[in-house]
């Protein structure tokens, strides 16, 4: 029998037929929607159609998810009541803003269950990636896909080829799993992984908990990638074990048995594979307007004329935008706010690590904290991180997406500058003109407590981000 990748594994798991153009029609065990949807909703009721599998659909409010109070702009509101109402009129189960599980939905689907090893995980959200840090098959689905998958339960794909990105050695000091992202995305370029889906593989992966793993295959597809992966393991069935719709009793030990075959094969053939030294990496910022613009914090502001032109001509837009200039230390950029949320970084170890480098700090410019999920926002309350934040000088406000897509009022004013958590610094991303800069939850403690991008390993002398 021919050596299989975990992808193979998975695709032919979930194939019910293959097109003579190569597309597979698969099936899809969960079907994650949020406010975004409203549109598949219209094509299912213009059609006088239901949703095929309503108990394999739910519905989660984030995109315009209020971080403070109820809606203040009736289209945000509007948004909100339009997928509550269509969760209720096709009998799926939403977790909507009165609900205490509401969070991101790349955050939530993990934190109850709903996400489990071996699964296909649709969303109309690029980074459903996310869920690939359990062994699934996880990718984000366009409008007209969505509607499909609603009326059908079924998806039309074709299978990418399979990449492999082996990370060794161990991560130095203050170093996390978004800096591993940020490295391969800027040493492989936005496109590097074009077509491909990654598996994520070695010691520095398989050391990573599995809140590391959801941020590293959340930032897979600024990579070009379809999606991520990591074959699930211990890590991976500590975390699940107990959560609300995971398998029970006999049922948890036979998924566990059928989950603990989701590995490549050893003589697994990959179409492409590159491995990256860990222990080589140092805390990460971008300069640019791409997550592909990044470099160490220790490192200068890139020369655009010791790059070829076409590359160069993109790299001047992107600093006349930031507002950056070539030779500049990276440690010297000032920062007007930070932020640390979204579905890449607002879990509870994330803001750990933030409040690890803030406790006893005040911060120098203003700023926001939004935890991923009510639950971890009650969690996070309860070890006291919020008085470490608040106290620091920083407002902490409740779950959603917030200031990662500026769709609930959360923004950064034009021209300000952010040290953000988030997934992309594209323009505009976090408002209108604003600019950001992506970095671990632990840089961005240290740019507020400084004022400035900063290194945070010098300020975690004596401390621990555990």
Sequence with gaps: MTAQTLLDKLWASHEILRRDDGASLLWVDRHLVHEGSHHAFAKLDDRGAKVAEPGLTYGVVDHYAPTRGQPGDPAIARMITTLERNAASHGITCFGLGDPRQGIVHVIGPEQGLTLPGLLINCGDSHTSTHGAFGALAFGIGATEVAHVLATQTIWQKKPAAMRIVLTGDLGPGVAAKDLALSWIARLGADGARGHAIEYAGDAVRALSMEGRMTLCN?????????????????????????????????????????????????????????????????VVTWGTSPEDALPVTATVPDPAAVPDGRADQMRAALDYMGLSAGQ????????????????????????????????????????????????????????????????GLDWVGAG???????????????????????????????????????????????????HLTDVRPLLDGRSLS
């Design 401 to 451: 997406c917030s200031m990662c897509v500026a769709m609930n009022g959360d923004s950064v004013a034009p021209g300000k500058r952010c040290a953000s958590t988030t997934n992309r610094n594209f323009r505009g991303r976090q408002g209108r003109g604003a600019r950001t800069h992506l970095m671990s939850p632990a840089m961005v403690a240290a740019a507020a407590v400084t004022g």
């Design 219 to 283: 930032l897979s597809i600024e990579g070009g990638a379809r999606f991520g992966m990591v074959a699930p393991d211990a890590v991976t069935f500590d975390y699940v074990r107990g959560r609300p719709f995971a398998p029970e009793g006999a049922g948890w030990d036979r998924a566990v048995e059928d989950w603990s075959s989701l590995a490549s094969d050893g003589a697994a053939e990959f179409a492409a594979e590159i491995t990256i030294d860990a222990s080589e990496i140092a805390p």
């Design 329 to 392: 230390a990276l440690s010297d950029i000032a920062v007007d706010q930070v932020f640390i949320g979204s579905c890449t970084n607002a879990r509870i170890e994330d803001l750990r690590a933030a409040a690890a480098v803030l406790s006893g700090r005040t911060a120098k410019v203003p700023g926001l904290v939004s935890p991923g999920s009510q639950q971890i926002k009650a969690q996070a309350e309860a070890e006291g991180l919020d008085r470490i934040f608040t106290q620091a």
